[in-house]
C-alpha cells in the first residue's frame, strides 16, 4: 500500500417520499412552492393500484413510469435503473448489480455502504412485512398522518451516506392533518369501521348506485379537497425538510398510487381499474 488512497466522493444521501394515495391533479392544484424547487412535477403511472406491491416495485428501484411506446419493458427497467447513478451520485447501479435480489435497501447497504431506514405511516407496510429487508431500521410511525414527526426521527452521519423512505399518511384517507381532532375527520358509511385501522384491506371499491349511501357528490367533493389541502399543509413540511438534510442529498417525491373520488362510481384505490388510480406526481432533484 503506497498510504495514499485516491478519495471517492461519499455517495449522496437519498430521501424517498411516498405521499400515500396522493393523485396528481391534487398535487397540482395544491399548487406547492417547495415541492417544486425539487423540479417541475411530471404525470406519471404507479405499477400498482396500491400500497404494499406499489412500494415493494419502489423499492426494487423501479419509479413510476411514463409509460413509453415501442420501447421493451425489459429495456425501460434497466435504463430506469441507471437513473439512480445520478440519484446516488455514483456510477454503480445497474440491473446486473442488483440481480440476484433486485431490492435496492440491501444493495445500499451492503454493496454502497449506506445506512438504510424506513418510517412508514400505514400499517400494511409494518416492520414484520418483508418489505422490511436490508434496512438498518424500520419504524411504523404512531400517528399515520404526521410527516413532521418523521424528520424528528432523521439523522445523516457524515461519513456514511444515508437512505430513508418516507411513507406519508396525510394524503391518505382521511386526508386528515395532525393537529385535527379525530371526532371531526369525515365519515363514509361503511369505511370508517375498517379505515380506522389503517390497514388498507379495505382500500377501495366500487360504490353503491342505488340507495346513494355514500356515493355522494358533496361528500367526495370535500374528501378531494381535503387531499389537496393535505398536499398544501405537507409543502410546509417539505420545506423543514430541505432545511433539515445536508448538503449532497438527493430526494424523490411521489406517491405510490392515485385515488377515486366518485369517478365512474369509484372510491379510493385497490381493486379499482380506472386511469386516476395509476396516475401519480413525480418530482426529484436536488437541492444543493
Ligand atoms: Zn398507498
Known amino acids: 500500500m503506497s498510504g495514499i488512497r485516491s478519495r471517492t466522493p461519499r455517495p449522496n444521501h437519498y430521501i424517498l417520499v ?23 412535477v411530471e404525470r406519471r403511472w404507479s405499477y400498482a393500484s396500491w400500497t404494499a406491491p406499489s412500494h415493494f416495485n419502489l423499492l426494487m428501484g423501479l419509479m413510476p413510469h411514463s409509460s413509453p411506446k415501442h420501447v421493451f419493458a425489459s429495456e425501460y427497467y434497466k435504463k430506469d435503473l441507471l437513473r439512480f447513478n445520478e440519484r446516488l451520485g455514483c456510477e454503480k447501479v445497474s440491473f446486473e448489480a442488483l440481480v440476484p435480489r433486485l431490492y435496492l435497501p440491501p444493495f445500499l447497504k451492503d454493496c454502497l455502504g449506506y445506512e438504510t431506514h424506513a418510517l412508514v405511516s400505514l400499517p400494511v407496510l409494518n416492520p414484520k412485512t418483508p418489505l422490511n429487508a436490508g434496512f438498518d431500521s424500520y419504524r411504523l410511525m404512531e400517528k399515520h398522518n404526521d410527516m413532521r414527526a418523521m424528520l424528528r426521527e432523521m439523522h445523516f452521519p457524515e461519513e456514511r451516506p444515508s437512505f430513508w423512505l418516507l411513507n ?3 394524503t391518505h384517507y382521511p386526508y386528515a392533518l395532525p393537529d385535527e381532532p379525530e371526532d371531526q375527520w369525515p365519515r363514509l358509511h361503511g369505511l370508517h369501521g375498517v379505515f380506522k385501522h389503517f390497514d388498507d384491506a379495505r382500500p377501495g371499491g366500487k360504490l353503491a348506485r342505488r340507495g346513494q349511501s355514500f356515493f355522494n357528490r358533496a361528500k367526495m367533493s370535500e374528501l378531494r379537497d381535503r387531499q389537496i389541502a393535505a398536499v398544501k399543509h405537507l ?5 423543514e425538510l430541505f432545511d433539515l438534510v445536508p448538503n449532497d442529498t438527493y430526494i424523490t417525491i411521489t406517491s405510490d398510487h392515485g385515488e377515486l373520488f366518485g369517478e365512474e362510481g369509484y372510491f379510493g384505490h385497490g381493486p379499482i381499474q380506472h386511469e386516476k388510480v395509476f396516475e401519480v406526481p413525480f418530482v426529484e432533484g436536488k437541492l444543493r
Open 168 to 170: 406519508v399518511g396525510e
Open 235 to 239: 409543502d410546509k413540511v417539505v420545506e
Open 18 to 40: 411516498v405521499f400515500d394515495s396522493c393523485r396528481y391533479d391534487s398535487l397540482i392544484r395544491a399548487r406547492p412552492h417547495i415541492i417544486r424547487k425539487l423540479g417541475r
